[in-house]
């Protein structure tokens, strides 16, 4: 289960890059089976490990203290601001990463 969030964190922040082909002379031999116009590439940019690692344990760290409070409010009856407080700063450093992160791509 860790293993299918860690890849699917890691497709999601995975972005293309398209290399343009460079314009000017080619210096290859112009044949019957070579073209002079060069193809552009693709390359998929994986996000660090460290990163996928981080965004992992942050969700865990939020479904933790979800569960947290869920057993606080039935146990006392009421409501910890102390947890509500650590749901929203962990829900606060994982939008700014999920932002951050499809922007930058």
Do not use: H, N
Not at 22 to 51: K, W
Not at 64 to 71: D, N, P, S, Y
Not at 78 to 84: A, G
Not at 86 to 98: K, Q, R
Request: net charge positive.
């Amino acid at each position: 289960m860790l293993g299918r969030l860690r890849r699917r964190l890691r497709s999601y922040f995975s972005y293309v890059l398209i290399d343009a082909p460079v314009s000017g002379v080619d210096e290859r031999p112009i044949g019957p089976l070579v073209s002079r116009r060069r193809r552009s590439r693709r390359r998929v940019v994986s996000p660090s490990e460290r990163f996928v690692w981080a965004m992992t344990l942050l969700l865990i760290a939020l479904i933790g203290l979800i569960v947290l409070e869920a057993v606080y409010i039935v146990v006392c009856r009421q409501i910890s601001e102390e947890l509500v407080a650590g749901i929203s700063a962990v829900m606060a450093s994982l939008a700014t990463a999920f932002l951050m992160g499809k922007r930058s791509s």
